[in-house]
Nanobody
Framework: QVQLVESGGGLVQAGGSLRLSCAAS????????MGWYRQAPGKQRELVAS???????NYADSVKGRFTISRDNAKNTVYLQMNSLKPEDTRVYYC?????????WGQGTQVTVSS
C-alpha cells in the first residue's frame, strides 16, 4: 500500500506563487512516475505535470514556463512550483504515483487564485 500526503495549497492573488509538496510512503518501486493533476468542479481531472524517477518531466501546455515539477527520490517527494498564477489555475490539485504495483492518488489540495 502507498500513501500520498499533499501540502502547500491555499489562496493567492493573481501573479503570485505557491509550492505544492507530495510525500509518498509505503511500498514504492524505485522506478516510478509522480505527477500532479488538477480538477475543477464538474470537469475531468487533467494532467498538470509529471516526472519520472529518472528526472524526465512533462508539462501541460497551459502551465509551461510558469510551473516547475521536481522530485527528491531519497524522500519520495515531488514538488510543484507554481509561478505567475492565474485565476484559471484555481482547481483542486492531486498528486499521483504510478509504479508497476498500480496507481495511487493523494487526497487533493485546493489552490485558489483571486483576480
Amino acid at each position: 500500500q502507498v500513501q500520498l500526503v499533499e501540502s502547500g495549497g491555499g489562496l493567492v492573488q493573481a501573479g503570485g506563487s505557491l509550492r505544492l509538496s507530495c510525500a509518498a510512503s509505503g511500498r514504492i518501486a524505485s522506478i516510478n512516475t509522480m505527477g500532479w493533476y488538477r480538477q475543477a468542479p464538474g470537469k475531468q481531472r487533467e494532467l498538470v505535470a509529471s516526472i519520472t524517477s529518472g528526472g524526465r518531466a512533462n508539462y501541460a501546455d497551459s502551465v509551461k514556463g510558469r510551473f516547475t515539477i521536481s522530485r527528491d527520490n531519497a524522500k519520495n517527494t515531488v514538488y510543484l512550483q507554481m509561478n505567475s498564477l492565474k485565476p484559471e489555475d484555481t482547481r483542486v490539485y492531486y498528486c499521483k504515483l504510478d509504479n508497476f504495483r498500480g496507481d495511487y492518488w493523494g487526497q487533493g489540495t485546493q489552490v485558489t487564485v483571486s483576480s
